[in-house]
């Protein structure tokens, strides 16, 4: 039965259910109740999909005059919806004819549980999680899910022609709006078409939330129609993913998945759903608190090593600063820039670390790597200290590790352990999120000017001004990309796709335009260019859309 109501609660109020969808209190409580006649009220004008329940005052109110209320399956008062509120406020029901907010009132309560299906606990669940948009093609074993969404209309479909595409352009609206991505993909070859996508996901350090169909549970390990066992296909690309075999498991394997998709490092996720599991009844109970004994990021950082690490930068003649993705996702940049004007520490970036440190300060170098600049590469191939943030030291940025500034002494920040020493051996190793420990850092460290090593880049750069771009008679590209630049004042979406003109767009679009743009990196995968201008667009309010699950056929 899940959880009673406390006995003080009992004595001044009954819920009755009258749609048999909740559970919450001893039978016997109702059959005592001078309200068990009253059990069974219906309300023609409520879509059938809602639960109803009778919810009576017994001291001051008439028992004979119930307040009824239809509580759609995404708005039972839990933990993220407390109670119910007059008038449409979060977390309220929907009031029947002859409600008023003095009966509403006095019709609150604790969480109590109700039956749904597995689709609709899934879309429940995702919605809970703050999903509002999802990127899917429809196919066989997901209809289930496709006839439950106009229940929730405060998600979204949004169509793609492939599930590559919903891949991509999950990963292009987390890019573009910091939230977790949804894709959604049918059985077999729909879970595989967003490999890909998932691949880029895990390679950039971006949150998507990929939800897959298989088929039946009989014939799962059979060789089925469109079988394919995507758990195992996308074991190493996820961060974790999980094979739902019973319904009542899909609330708490969605929330840990979200928790997981979000928290430390972020990176993608895949839930697995058989198609009996979706058409499935049972209790929903979302689980109000997780404990995932095995992961625990550690955010704070390690008090001896950044007093080490300070100590090391106070005696740095060359030190310079490596900003990574990882500042941008922990929205560390004002502390990043404490820290190098407090230290005068040289600043470079990796190509995802654009946008990481104002382009037009003094300590501004670019971003170092095979297409960066040339001053920057020196820089870091010179220094006697590297103060790597939220960066994994790939080649990349680096080069070939055997031939990369052999003496360098290397401070590593990151939140993920298994990047620190992997590459490069590590004098200091810092696990934790950059916007923790780089404040902490830069209470430590000495002011310093750092002056000669600060000429020296500047001349560098001086001799090798790597964004000049030459004068000729044909048009440029770097002259195209950057001429685009400017006619649009920096406002414009940048996206691209793998190849030369990602690397243009790196070096003469400004960082500030470059860092919340759609540019993927570490798998090099094509398509983006033309999917994710579509993920940027879902994030300003639109119709809802999607494709009629009556209508769609098995993939």
Known sequence: MGRNFPPDLLHSRKLIPCAGHCKYAPAKSVANSKLASQTRHFAPDVPMSYSLITAVHAGGKSADQPTLFAFSPRTWPTANREQPRPNGVAGAGYPLPGATPETMAAAEGPRFMTRMTGAQMVLDSLQREGVDTIFGYPGGVVLPLYDTLPQFPGIRHILVRHEQAAAHMADGYARASGRMGTCLGTSGPGATNLVTGICTSWMDSTPVFALTGNVARSLLGKDGFQEADITGITHSITKHNYLVMRPEEIPLSIREAAHICRTGRPGPVLVDIPKDVFQETAEYDWPEQINLRGYKPTVEGHSGMIRRAAELIDQAERPIIIAGHGVIWSDAQAALLELAERAGIPVITTFLGI??????HPLSYGWLGMHGMFYANQAADKADLIIGVGMRFDDRAMGRFSAFNPGVKIVHIDIDPAEIGKNFPVAVPI????????PR?????????????????????????????????????????????????????????VGQHQMWAGQHISTSALASSSVPAGSGRWGSNSQAPSARRSLAPMPRHGPSAETAASR
């Open 441 to 497: 850092l830069a209470e430590q460290v000495k002011e310093a000017k750092h002056q000669p090593w600060i000429r020296w880049i500047d001349q560098c750069r001086e001799e090798h001004p790597s964004l000049h771009i030459r004068e000729s008679r044909r048009m440029l590209p770097q002259f195209v990309v950057r001429t685009l630049y400017e006619e649009t004042n920096g406002d414009a979406n940048i996206v691209t796709g």
């Open 431 to 438: 696990v934790g999120s950059a916007a923790n420990v780089l």
């Open 355 to 360: 946008g990481a440190f104002p382009e037009s």
